[in-house]
Structure formats: C-alpha cells, structure tokens
C-alpha cells in the first residue's frame, strides 16, 4: 500500500505521466481509462472537461476533441492546434500567443482576456465567438470564419485577415489600422468607432456595415463593395 500510494503521488507531481499509466504499472488493478500520449495536466484526462490553469506550453493537440473544455488561464504558448476541436471551450485567459490554430473550430468558445498575438488562425471556425479584451495583434485569419464574433473594443492592429469572415460581427470600437483585409466579407458588422487608419481592403465586402464615427484615414477600398453607412466612404 505505501508503495502503490507513493506511485500514485509521483504521478500527480509529474504532469508528463498519467495517472491511469501509473495504476496499471504498479500492477494493481486496470487502468481506468487509455494512457494519454500527451501531457494530461497533472493526471487529469481530457474526459475530466476541466484543464483550467494547467501548463500545456508546446503540446501537440492537433484533432483532439476537446469541444466545450475549461482550459481558463492554461498556458498553452506554442502549441499545436491544428484541426482541433475546441467549440464551446472556455479559454478566458489562456495564453496562446504564437500557436498554430490553422483549421481548428472555436464556435462559440469564449476568448475573454486571451493572449492571442500573433497566432495563426488560417481557415479557423471562430463564429460566435467571444473574444472581449483579448489581444489580437499581428495574429493571422485568412479565410477564417469570425462571423456573429464579439469582437468590441479588440486590438486587431497589423492582422492579416484577407478573404476572412466578419459578417454580423461586433467590431465597434475595435484597432483594426494597418491591417489586411482585402476581400473580407463584413456584411451588416457593426464597425461604429473603429479604427480603419492605413487598412487595407480591397474587393471587401461592407454591404450594410455601421461605419459610424470609425476613423477612415488613408483607408484604402479598390473595387470594394461600399453598400455600408454612417461614413463619408460608404457609396449608399
């Protein structure tokens, strides 16, 4: 028994081994569970729905199904998340700056507060999402889905957003200056107070759009659908 609870021990102090690994080696019982091949934050498995605060710093995740997890305030810096399943999860102040996010599906999950900068978001489902006070700049969203996002008051400096989705999105009051937004689609988001200084976005789609009071200097709009109001710049 103390050698059984010694393992048992070692295997919450290690977050590298799961605790179903370390049952069935101390040759007591079955596992509980399949032994994970990626680090399951202090023997906890996926199946627990809670990763909250956990290190997972660099973790190749890529196609997990982890739809509707709590990984608020996880450091997930660096890591893979490539196609993975994330909708509904709770990631109110993770840190993912720098992660590869490339087709992952976040709909409706909840971004509050996240560090997003510079991560690669690259045909990635955000609809819905929430990503109130979050840092987004320098990430990339090409061909990403963020429409019905709440998105107010984000800081979307330098982003490169080409052919991305923003429709019915909530951008009011949003940095978007100096970004690339050359055929986005922005049908009907509310844009009032923005900033579009030095953005670029031709062949955009603005049909609709409340671009009230949003600075618009030097906003650059070739062959762009302007069908929007509340700006000088809209063709309505």
């Not at 982003?159 to 949003?174: E, H, P, R, V, Y």
């Amino acid at each position: 028994m103390v050698l059984l609870a010694a393992i048992l021990a070692a295997s919450v102090a290690a977050p590298g081994i799961p605790s179903s690994y370390a049952l069935a080696s101390s040759g007591h019982g079955t596992a509980p569970g399949p032994v994970q091949t990626y680090n399951p934050c202090y023997g906890q498995s996926s199946k627990n729905n809670d990763w909250a605060g956990c290190d997972l710093s660099g973790m190749d995740l890529t196609f997990r199904d982890l739809a509707g997890i709590n990984l608020s305030g996880a450091d997930l810096a660096g890591a893979r998340l490539y196609g993975t399943d994330l909708r509904g999860a709770d990631l109110q102040g993770a840190d993912m700056q720098g992660d590869n996010i490339n087709n992952a599906d976040l709909a409706g999950a909840n971004l509050e507060g996240s560090n997003l900068q510079w991560s690669d978001f690259y045909g990635a489902d955000l609809s819905g999402a929430d990503f109130s006070g979050a840092r987004l700049a320098g990430s990339t969203f090409m061909y990403a889905d963020l429409s019905g996002a709440d998105l107010q008051g984000v800081n979307f400096y330098h982003i490169w957003a080409g052919d991305a989705s923003f429709a019915g999105a909530n951008l009011q009051n949003a940095n978007l200056s100096y970004s690339w937004l050359a055929g986005a689609n922005l049908t009907n988001a509310n844009l009032v107070g923005a900033d579009l200084q030095d953005a670029y976005a031709g062949s955009s789609i603005m049909h609709g759009a409340n671009l009230s009071g949003t600075h618009v200097t030097d906003f650059e709009t070739p062959t762009a659908d302007m069908s929007c109001h509340g700006s000088p710049v809209c063709k309505q």
